[in-house]
């Protein structure tokens, strides 16, 4: 079992940046995909960034490409998602979460173990 808890949050100007923290517990997530997801106020949650264990292969939206970076630590059990040129339509919540090896899919799909969510919102 995995333990993730987000942060780094907060309210920006449009154009501005943050980073945006994921660290886990219970276990080491150096095999672990990791990904980043969204939810904004009366939408489904979005895929937004994803990284294999490794940091070979990423997937980013295309919402976000070119803006948002995401890399992590695996010796501290922690994954980044570096947000730049931050736009009204960011604003949402952000969730990471991580897919364990072995599951079927693109990597965008069968995350697992969300934390509690860091609150981004960018103001006009």
């Known amino acids: 079992q995995v333990q993730l808890v987000e942060s780094g949050g907060g309210l920006v100007q449009a154009g501005g940046s943050l980073r945006l923290s994921c660290a886990g517990s219970?276990?080491?997530?150096?095999?672990?995909?990791m990904g980043w997801f969204r939810q904004a106020p009366g939408k489904e949650r979005e895929f937004v960034a994803a990284?294999?264990?490794?940091?070979?292969?990423?997937n980013i939206a295309d919402s976000v490409k070119g803006r948002f970076t995401i890399s992590r630590d695996n010796a501290k059990n922690t994954v980044y998602l570096q947000m730049n040129s931050l736009k009204p339509e960011d604003t949402a919540v952000y969730y990471c979460?991580?897919?364990?090896?072995?599951?079927?899919?693109?990597?965008?799909?069968?995350?697992?173990?969300w934390g509690q969510g860091t609150q981004v919102t960018v103001s006009s």
């Open positions: 990284l294999t264990w490794s940091g070979g292969m990423a």
């Open positions: 219970g276990r080491t997530f150096s095999n672990y995909a």
């Open positions: 979460a991580h897919r364990p090896p072995g599951l079927p899919g693109s990597l965008s799909v069968n995350f697992r173990s």
